[in-house]
């Protein structure tokens, strides 16, 4: 029985291969390397529809399409898909 279950132990790693360091390394650079700028962007979008319109209600179909497009410079369909997910009428 102590022979099975050596045959199903599963063998002991060495270290690891310059590929598999160099691929987890530059994965890590990566990672780090991405940043959010989703602040920012909709910092100015705010500020695009306060342009548009004084109070922008994103309930409102025709107004969420129309800063959409003018201020996110999106497409028709895209937009106003997007606004029908966010629940505008």
């Not at 691929?23 to 959010?36: D, Q, T």
């Not at 306060?50 to 003018?70: I, T």
């Amino acid at each position: 029985m102590l022979v099975w279950a050596r045959s199903l132990a599963v063998p002991a790693r060495g270290p690891r291969s310059i590929i598999e360091l160099m691929a987890i390394a530059s994965l890590g650079l990566l990672m780090l390397s991405c940043k959010s700028e989703t602040v920012e962007t909709t910092e100015s979008v705010n500020a695009c529809a306060a342009k548009l319109y004084g109070h922008y209600d994103p309930a409102n179909k025709e107004q969420c399409v129309n800063v959409c497009l003018r201020c996110e410079r999106g497409v028709t369909t895209t937009c106003t898909t997007s606004c029908s997910l966010k629940g505008a009428h």
